[in-house]
Each structure stands twice: as structure tokens, then as C-alpha cells.
């Protein structure tokens, strides 16, 4: 884990950093060291073009970055096929609470970068067929997403285990909205 590097960028206007470079460790530390060996760098930037962009892999596939994004926010948009935003611990329609948006940018948008990561077709000559493009780096964050919540994780840092019924009710009662 100490190879891996980590560099700040100072957000502008009201943009935040939701997560941290501890929770990132921690998500490391649970994937098996083959999964995110390529890794060097984790960038924090503000490179979000307008909340448009989470997070991306720089073009010689060892670094990853992380955008700084809005304060309060819905992550809806930024769903892919087959997920929900009670995954995360959030409302559809409504916008999120912390927590979901720390789930979010670690289970979902750092996994899906270093999905990006993975080598598929070692002897491919161009860097576009060697790696993971976005549907296989989506289904390998879903994949890992589901495979570390699948046991519960003994940390204090409830972004680290699936949400709970209880958190999800809560989200829902401070909202008002049935169900």
C-alpha cells in the first residue's frame, strides 16, 4: 500500500473532496494486491467539468483520478445498468446524504478506474484493446462492489459495508417519503 501515492489539487468555487485517502487505502487494502498492483498515483483534482466527471485513468494506465464535485449532490445520473440508489444508501429523486456519495465514489468510481486498469488481451499493440474499457471496468466495480459487501466489515467507517435497512429508513423518513 505504500507504493501507492496520493496528490491534491485545491478545489475552486464550493467543490469538496468527499472521500479520503484513508477510505481509498482501506478499499485496497480488501481487493487482492493483483487487482490494483498497476496503480501508482491517486490524483484529488478538480478536474469535474461541471459534475460531469467522477473520476478517471490517465493515459499511461498507472494513475487514477479522483474529481473534487458539489457539496450536496444526486449520483443518480452517474447509475449504470441494473443499479439502484439504495445500493449506496440514497433516494431516487432526492439528494444524497454523505454517506451514499462516499459509497458511491469508493464501491462504484474508484473500482470502475481501476477496472480500467485491468489487462485484457495481454498482446495487444494498442493501449485501447490491452485494457478494460468502460463496460468490462464497470462490471468489475460491480463485481468487487458485491463481493466485499457480501461479509460484513468490521470498521467504524460505515461506507466500508452495504447500508443498512435502518440507514436506508432513516434517509427515506428524513425525506418523507414512503416506503
Known amino acids: 500500500m505504500e507504493k501507492v501515492r496520493f496528490t491534491f489539487a485545491k478545489p475552486g468555487a464550493d467543490r469538496v473532496y468527499h472521500i479520503t485517502p484513508e477510505q481509498v487505502k482501506i478499499v485496497l487494502s480488501r481487493l487482492p494486491y493483483e487487482r490494483w498492483r498497476m496503480l501508482r498515483v491517486v490524483h484529488?483534482?478538480?478536474?469535474?467539468?461541471?459534475?460531469?466527471?467522477?473520476?478517471?485513468?490517465?493515459?499511461?494506465?498507472?494513475?487514477?483520478?479522483?474529481?473534487?464535485?458539489?457539496?450536496?449532490?444526486?449520483?443518480?445520473?452517474?447509475?449504470?445498468?441494473?443499479?439502484?440508489?439504495?445500493?449506496?444508501?440514497?433516494?431516487?429523486?432526492?439528494?444524497?446524504?454523505?454517506?451514499?456519495?462516499?459509497?458511491?465514489?469508493?464501491?462504484?468510481?474508484?473500482?470502475?478506474?481501476?477496472?480500467?486498469?485491468?489487462?485484457?488481451?495481454?498482446?495487444?499493440?494498442?493501449?485501447?484493446r490491452k485494457y478494460a474499457r468502460e463496460g468490462k471496468a464497470q462490471e468489475f466495480a460491480m463485481h468487487w462492489c458485491r463481493a466485499l459487501w457480501r461479509e460484513p466489515f468490521d470498521h467504524p467507517d460505515p461506507v466500508h459495508n452495504k447500508p443498512s435497512k435502518q440507514e436506508i429508513a432513516e434517509v427515506k423518513a428524513r425525506l418523507g417519503v414512503q416506503g
Open 44 to 128: 484529488f483534482n478538480d478536474t469535474s467539468k461541471g459534475a460531469r466527471v467522477l473520476g478517471y485513468v490517465t493515459s499511461g494506465r498507472r494513475e487514477v483520478a479522483v474529481a473534487a464535485l458539489p457539496p450536496r449532490m444526486s449520483g443518480t445520473r452517474f447509475l449504470g445498468k441494473g443499479q439502484a440508489p439504495e445500493e449506496f444508501g440514497a433516494v431516487r429523486g432526492a439528494q444524497w446524504p454523505e454517506p451514499a456519495i462516499q459509497r458511491f465514489l469508493l464501491y462504484d468510481v474508484f473500482l470502475r478506474e481501476l477496472g480500467h486498469l485491468q489487462v485484457i488481451d495481454e498482446k495487444a499493440k494498442s493501449t485501447r
